[in-house]
């Protein structure tokens, strides 16, 4: 999409393959809490990003906690509650 032009979903997988691989590797060799921690250091929304959460019930206005063991985000509420985000739109608050 962000180059304008088609591209070829056969390229796409094999240009992915060997990330997929490696993080395969790391997986197997060193728990899921190493995924878990490179996906901590790369994403500035893991842990004290001012964030809403769209859910089925309505909007969650809070700070991020961190991750749970299983990958799950926590959201920390303005009465310091931490929510478990299963599923939801996440974006930063303006």
Same mark, same amino acid.
């Given at each position: 999409?962000?180059?304008?032009?088609?591209?070829?979903?056969?390229?796409?997988?094999?240009?992915l393959?060997?990330?997929?691989?490696a993080?395969?590797?790391?997986?197997?060799?060193?728990?899921?809490?190493?995924?878990?921690?490179?996906?901590?250091?790369? %994403?500035?929304?893991?842990r004290?990003? =001012?964030?809403?959460?769209?859910? $089925?019930?309505?909007? &969650?206005? /809070?700070?991020?906690?961190?991750?749970? %063991?299983?990958?799950?985000?926590l959201? =920390?509420?303005?009465?310091?509650? $931490?929510h478990l985000? &299963?599923? /939801?739109?996440?974006?930063?608050?303006?």
């Amino acid at each position: 999409i962000a180059s304008g032009r088609p591209q070829s979903r056969e390229e796409l997988l094999v240009e992915l393959l060997p990330a997929i691989d490696a993080f395969c590797s790391t997986l197997i060799k060193e728990g899921n809490q190493a995924i878990l921690e490179m996906f901590s250091h790369a %994403s500035s929304y893991v842990r004290g990003r =001012r964030v809403r959460v769209d859910q $089925e019930n309505g909007v &969650l206005t /809070g700070t991020t906690a961190g991750l749970t %063991s299983d990958g799950f985000l926590l959201v =920390r509420d303005d009465d310091q509650r $931490e929510h478990l985000i &299963l599923a /939801g739109g996440v974006r930063p608050c303006s």
